[in-house]
Nanobody, 125 residues
Framework: QVQLVESGGGLVQAGGFLRLSCAAS????????MGWFRQAPGKEREFVAA????????YYADSVKGRFTTSRDNAKNTVYLQMSTLKPEDTAVYYC??????????????????WGQGTQVTVSS
């Protein structure tokens, strides 16, 4: 069982930046690929970014490519999402997720086994 706790969300003006953190429990964190998803009011949950267990492979949604960067520190059991040049359309609840069955990246929510509780990101115009 893995527990995930996100932090770092908040209110920021357009053009600003935030860094989200996701702390995971468990002793085999480097075996898990990690993903970031977001859900805006009235919309479906959408993929944002993913990182492999080793951290060597990352993948991003086109909407955030070049603005967001995900990284991980396996010694600290933590994954990060650095968000810059934020836009009002980035407003959503952001979730981190862990893929227990594979360390490879995927954009498919159903392939992630564990989810955090989410953290709100609000970007004002």
């Amino acid at each position: 069982q893995v527990q995930l706790v996100e932090s770092g969300g908040g209110l920021v003006q357009a053009g600003g930046f935030l860094r989200l953190s996701c702390a995971a429990s468990g002793r085999t964190f480097n075996n898990y690929a990690m993903g970031w998803f977001r859900q805006a009011p009235g919309k479906e949950r959408e993929f944002v970014a993913a990182i492999s267990g080793s951290g060597k492979t990352t993948y991003y949604a086109d909407s955030v490519k070049g603005r967001f960067t995900t990284s991980r520190d396996n010694a600290k059991n933590t994954v990060y999402l650095q968000m810059s040049t934020l836009k009002p359309e980035d407003t959503a609840v952001y979730y981190c997720a862990a893929r227990g069955r594979s360390s490879g990246v995927t954009t498919t929510p159903s392939l992630y086994d564990y989810w955090g509780q989410g953290t709100q990101v609000t970007v004002s115009s």
